[in-house]
């Protein structure tokens, strides 16, 4: 691994997911966690702030990245709940069935290698009355904005660590098999090719 890979790009990663906008964003999803939560793609831990502690028993967070989790570790630390982290892709997870009140993912399926599998998981280890939630950004509405996204693609992922600039991200739940129980989506501030969000709760298949 590269200096770019290990030691600049983490902190863009955490300075890029930590504006304003995308924290008004996980302020409408990350509150709503409960119980066990196990967090898909925790990163450095800018979503640990917004949890209700009052509501949380403990987060298992998932993410491959050891620079990222440096820097949530001292999150991690001040939060009033334990937190564990799992150093692993979200395509397998070694957790049991129905293990988890609460699945959270924000910002991640954009660089989850593969994001429907990445979704059965989250559905598998799901108590049939939890939820799964989440905020993303992905597939503009406007054609002349997807355009632009299906052309800086192959760029953007390169230098954004794997990042795609717009997944279809209802048709991903959809095709992992998943209810979407609650989605609204807008812009947000941002360049329009990568402020397109969806967010909301998602419920297992019937």
Known sequence: MGLYDSVIL??????????????????????????????????SGLNLSHYDAGSVDRVTGIDPDEA??????????????????????GESL??????ADTVLVTYAL??????????????RILKPDGEILFCEHG??????VARWQDRIDPVWKRIAGGCHSGRDIPALFTQAGLHLARLQQMYIPGPKPLSYNYWGAATRGT
Not at 139 to 144: E, I, L, V
């Open 10 to 43: 983490p902190c863009l990663l955490n300075a890029a997911c930590g504006t304003k906008p995308i924290a008004r964003q996980r302020e409408k999803v990350v509150p709503y966690a409960r119980g066990h939560v196990v967090e898909i793609g925790i990163g």
């Open 68 to 89: 990222l989790w440096a820097k949530a570790a001292t999150r991690a630390a001040r939060c009033d709940f334990p937190v564990e982290r799992l150093g692993l892709s």
């Open 94 to 99: 070694p957790l049991d069935d129905c293990c």
């Open 110 to 123: 954009c660089t989850i290698p593969d994001p429907v599998a990445a979704l059965r998981e989250m559905g």
């Open 139 to 144: 597939r503009a509405p406007d054609p002349s």
